[in-house]
């Protein structure tokens, strides 16, 4: 305890020194939930990841301090009338951190690499809709015939199989940023070691020591870099929300990505508007089993879903931290309007549970023939309170519910390998801001997602209809009309939209809650 002690005072001494010479450098510590599994963006795959990949690298398109795409080393670009080829014109002024222009060909090159099998990319799935991609990276076809093209050093040219009117989303996931080839071939896997790493944004790694911190420094070849405040950046991880809290409070973290919810009332009275709770790009839903006898009838989806108290599981069971849902497409999510509502969602709960009631009686289920359920959900304290809850506002139907519990693994590997089941707990975190990350779940040939072993010819038709249009009001439209289909015949119940949470101090300008919780250090600056 003593050498815990004295560890804690020695690290707010250093800050507390670092602080007195901010003139000379202002440096940004940042709580990250968790130590990278790695630095190459070809082979991330978390959001923890992103956050440090995102500093140090920059993409055709880059994010805005609210989380929207904006130009990155790309200044511009056009899209052709068929909506399948992308042309973008790359800024003069972008370089590499050693100096070398970043020109189209780095990109050729880095997106080649990506699909390359051998490469072995987690994520090479977001990159599928460029011409050819998904047969390269199955080993099918060369990588000289990915539909990317450098027409010059500052023009990109690529083609696309089919119209993808949110593919500029798809460029901001991180799987899009560039690698710097020369380091590549020179170094191999090892390119992403301080010593050796060639960075483009507005960063560049200075050190990692797994489990204690990652150190960036501003990169002064960054087109942008006259308008970034941060001099360093120094990532924690923290993988445990309780000690990162108490770091928050004794000053130690500016920022940090997540927080403990089961002290969400403690930092409700005692941090104000330090802690922050918004809208994220996600959606919590239980996965209706359609090929179960207890709910595979629409109607009566529809009756266990009237009664559910939304309003109660987002702010008792999950302490404000989520928000109610009414729709399976997140409010507020890019080219699109408003989401499909349930159509009774304005009625008054005692109303809906009557209708319910009626409904479930008119199926033959009664106090002497009830409708048995059995919920399934994995290992979380705030899942199996879910769970209860939803059970005991289904009593009322004379529902009698028996509750599952599995680790997180067996959960989703039984859901993925079509194990029986009537409900099953699941959620989605979108990776692009776009109706279809969140429709295309239930496609009758998502085998991997479509817990719900929904089937239906005239979704799926709509679907390819909204992939095929470019008109983005157009495409809203019909997929507006996809999700008015799912809403009425329920493969997912949608119960609550995810809620980000974040620990921001005072000091700190330009960490902007936003849908898709991307938080760039670019934007902030600290007061002292």
Do not use: C
Request: hydrophobic residues 40%; proline residues 5%; aromatic residues 10%.
């Amino acid at each position: 305890m003593i050498k815990a002690l004295r560890t804690s005072a020695l690290a707010a001494a250093l800050i507390a020194a670092t602080s007195l010479n901010a003139a000379a450098e202002v440096v940004y510590h940042r709580g990250n939930t968790a130590d990278p599994e790695t630095l190459d963006q070809h082979k991330t795959s978390t959001t923890y990841e992103a956050n440090i990949l995102r500093d140090l690298y920059e993409g055709l398109v880059a994010y805005s301090a609210q989380g929207k795409i904006i130009p990155g080393v790309a200044e511009s670009w056009n899209v052709s009338e068929d909506g399948k080829v992308y042309t973008f014109k790359l800024r003069e002024d972008a370089k590499w951190s050693n100096g070398d222009p970043v020109v189209a060909g780095d990109f050729v090159y880095s997106l080649r690499r990506i699909l390359m099998p051998e490469t072995g990319a987690k994520y090479a799935g977001v990159l599928y809709p460029i011409q050819n991609a998904e047969a390269i990276n199955q080993g099918k076809l060369g990588t000289e015939e990915l539909g990317v093209k450098a027409a010059d050093d500052r023009t990109l040219e690529i083609t696309l199989h089919s119209p993808t009117p949110y593919f500029l989303d798809l460029l901001g996931h991180q799987t899009g940023l560039p690698v710097h080839p020369a380091t590549v071939e020179a170094h191999g896997s090892d390119f992403v070691k301080p010593e050796n790493i060639v960075t483009n944004g507005p960063f560049v790694l200075k050190s990692f020591v797994p489990n204690d911190t990652i150190v960036a420094q501003k990169n002064e070849h960054y087109h942008d870099a006259e308008n970034v405040k941060i001099d360093k950046v120094i990532f924690y991880p923290t993988e445990d929300r309780g000690a990162a809290l108490r770091r928050f409070q004794a000053g130690e973290l500016h920022t940090n990505n997540d927080a403990p919810v089961e002290q969400v009332p403690f930092m409700r009275e005692n941090l104000g508007n330090q802690f922050r709770v918004a809208p994220y790009l996600g959606t919590y839903y239980y996965a209706f089993n359609h090929e179960s006898d207890a709910v595979g009838d629409a109607d009566v989806r529809q009756a266990l879903s009237m009664v559910i108290d939304r309003e109660f599981l987002a702010d008792e069971i999950w302490g404000s931290t989520m928000v109610p849902a009414y729709s399976f497409v997140p409010e507020g999510i890019g080219n699109y309007g408003d989401p499909a509502y349930a159509d009774w969602m304005d009625m008054d709960l005692i109303d809906r549970e009557d209708k319910a009631i009626e409904i479930l009686e008119s199926k033959g289920y009664s106090e002497s023939n009830p409708l048995q359920i059995e919920i399934r959900y994995n290992t979380s304290e705030n899942h199996k309170n879910t769970a209860v809850a939803v059970a005991d506002m289904w009593k009322p139907l004379g529902v009698e519910v028996t509750l599952l519990n599995t680790d997180t693994k067996t959960h989703y590997a039984h859901l993925r390998d079509r194990g029986d089941f009537d409900i099953a707990r699941a959620g989605w975190i979108g990776d692009y801001s776009d109706p279809q990350n969140f429709l295309f779940l239930v496609e009758s040939y998502n085998s991997g997602f479509n817990y719900a072993r929904y089937n239906k010819p005239d979704y799926d038709a709509l679907m390819q209809k909204a992939a095929q249009t470019v008109d983005l009001e157009e495409r809203a439209v019909v997929l507006k009309e996809a999700e008015t289909m799912f809403m009425r015949d329920l493969p997912f119940l949608p119960l609550m939209y995810y809620g980000s949470l974040s620990l921001v101090s005072d000091k700190v300008s330009g960490f902007e809650d936003n849908l898709m919780n991307i938080h760039p250090s670019r934007w902030v600056s600290i007061a002292e």
